[in-house]
Nanobody, 127 residues
Framework: QLHLVESGGGSVQAGGSLRLSCKAS????????IGWFRQVPGMPREGVAS???????FYLDSVKDRLTISRDNAKNMSYLQINSLKPEDSGTYSC?????????????????????WGQGTQVTVSS
């Protein structure tokens, strides 16, 4: 089981960029797949990106041109770079972890497959 803490959110103007961070502790980080989710007001929480234990990346189609997910196993960190921010990107961004079984690609957008969650970091984008 991993303990996850997000940081890096804040208030930015449309068109700006943010780099969100997820710090993990409590277990061998390299054995886990990491997902990033966002909770936008008025909409259900959705997966926006994931990276598996081998470094393979997955993205929500609607945001893939603006997002980059990465991980640094030596630092027990995952990062989500968001460029060209839009007001509709505003919301709470959370990282989540699941122990890799070789099939992280199958259901990376399904929140129920992740057992460990951070508390989230708030992103507010003004027009």
């Amino acid at each position: 089981q991993l303990h996850l803490v997000e940081s890096g959110g804040g208030s930015v103007q449309a068109g700006g960029s943010l780099r969100l961070s997820c710090k993990a502790s409590g277990d061998t980080f390299s054995q886990y797949c990491i997902g990033w989710f966002r909770q936008v007001p008025g909409m259900p929480r959705e997966g926006v990106a994931s990276i598996d234990n081998a470094g393979k990346r997955f993205y929500l189609d609607s945001v893939k041109d603006r997002l980059t997910i990465s991980r640094d196993n030596a630092k027990n960190m995952s990062y989500l770079q968001i460029n060209s921010l839009k007001p509709e990107d505003s919301g709470t961004y959370s990282c989540a972890a699941k122990l890799s079984d070789g099939y992280c690609y199958m259901n990376w957008k399904q929140r129920q497959v992740y057992l460990d969650w951070g508390q989230g970091t708030q992103v507010t984008v003004s027009s």
